[in-house]
């Protein structure tokens, strides 16, 4: 099996060169009628509006990076690549209807996104009937890669992170013992509580839990339900802007607790809307270590175009483009088709700019985590991945 090495920019491209693109011979894929090879098109699906925004446009930028960059070497087996990125404003059903949109127009040959597990798991039955990829940078909902063959992730699961969060944050790092938790009542948001609550149960943590609806903006109530039970540490269980609301605030309250998340990752549109960012505790997959060359220039690259600083949502997002090149590789002189690249896609072991990428047969991928804070308001690791080693 192949290997791809997601390089950072494009003048550290050499080895992504040699392990993905160089040797490619021409085939007798998919032709146009000029007898050059089609542009193998993909779909994407992403928040560019709404709560999600930040993460939408990350999507979109790490999306079409990835394609400049292939084409720009030629392409995969003489196949250039395309991507058409609507709009899903965060929403379940608007990214269904979407989804549908791109399982009916033959020409499209993968799906990349959605943003959330929700909406993930409400294409499920749609890419399923279908036939056609969906291949989400983010969706970590346990349940969901394995509602298709049609269906993965790359994210890791919520059933690895939210235990972490558990043991390894509020009991070892924090030696936190009562907990107030206020999550979003979302399928993500409560399979990453139910998660939560079964290692929390083991580790013998006291947690009062309360949920907010989605686009909801006014917590005042619920901060001062919280702070009534005179918690350790607050915990806010969401990926969108709720996560600073809630925080500030409670900082407005003039309420002095630890504040952590489990969603956010290390987003720099994070700490610039939190009135205390210092005070920020998160569960990460991934950071961009600038002692890194590689991801320190993807990074720089990354923001030079973006206008601001990845997390890992729009690395995954770039990843997710180069595991479907990785795949049109394997198919090699084959017929391009949907179920061909399911099938190689399943198939293929990877290395991305997020690390290794072998899909298990559910369909996602095994991560480990990290403890990051925000020091001078910027983000830094405060326990690598050595400090979760001995496991749940």
Not at 257 to 278: A, M, R
Request: net charge negative; proline share 3%.
């Amino acid at each position: 099996m192949k290997r791809f090495k997601s390089m950072a920019a494009l003048a550290l491209s050499a080895a992504l060169a040699a392990g993905l693109l160089a040797g490619c011979s021409s085939t007798t894929g998919a032709k146009t009628e000029a007898g050059e090879k089609s542009t193998i098109k993909l779909g994407g699906l992403a928040p560019l509006t709404g709560n999600y925004a930040e993460y939408g446009k990350g999507f979109q930028i790490g999306f079409q990076k990835a394609i400049d960059e292939i084409n720009a070497k030629g392409g995969v087996n003489g196949h250039k690549f395309e991507i058409e990125i609507k709009d899903t404003q965060g929403d379940a059903v608007v990214s269904s209807n979407m989804a549908t949109n791109f399982a009916e127009d033959e020409s499209v040959m993968a799906i990349l996104g959605d943003f959330t597990s929700g909406a993930c798991k409400a294409n499920a039955e749609i890419v399923d009937r279908y036939g056609i990829v969906q291949l989400s940078p983010t969706a970590s909902a346990p349940d969901y890669a394995n509602m298709s063959k049609y269906c993965f992730s790359i994210m890791g699961r919520q059933d690895v992170e939210a235990p972490y969060l558990a043991k390894y944050i509020l009991k070892k790092y924090l030696g936190a013992q009562k907990i107030a938790v206020i999550r979003v009542d979302s399928d993500w948001g409560l399979s990453c509580y139910d998660n939560f609550m079964e290692q929390a149960e083991k580790e013998g943590l006291d947690v009062t839990a309360e949920k907010y609806a989605t686009g909801e903006k006014d917590f005042s109530s619920l901060i001062t339900k919280m702070r009534s039970i005179d918690p350790d540490c607050l915990v806010v269980m969401d990926q969108g802007d709720a996560v600073a609301a809630i925080f500030n605030q409670a900082d407005a309250a003039g309420w002095d607790i630890q504040h952590v998340s489990l969603g956010p990752g290390t987003s720099e549109q994070l700490i610039n809307q939190l009135t205390t960012p210092d005070n920020l505790i998160v569960t990460s997959p991934f950071f961009f270590d600038e002692n890194n060359e590689t991801l320190s220039n993807w990074a720089k690259s990354f923001e030079e175009e973006a206008g601001f600083k990845p997390t890992i949502h729009p690395a995954c997002a770039y990843d997710c483009v180069y595991l479907i090149a990785n795949a049109v590789e394997r198919i090699g002189d084959g017929e391009i088709t949907r179920d061909a690249i399911q099938q190689a896609l399943a198939e293929s072991e990877n290395e991305g700019v997020t690390g290794a990428l072998n899909f298990t047969p559910d369909g996602d991928i095994e991560r480990q985590y990290m403890i990051c804070g925000v020091k001078d308001a910027k983000w830094v690791v405060l326990e690598g991945f050595e400090y979760g080693a001995e496991g749940l």
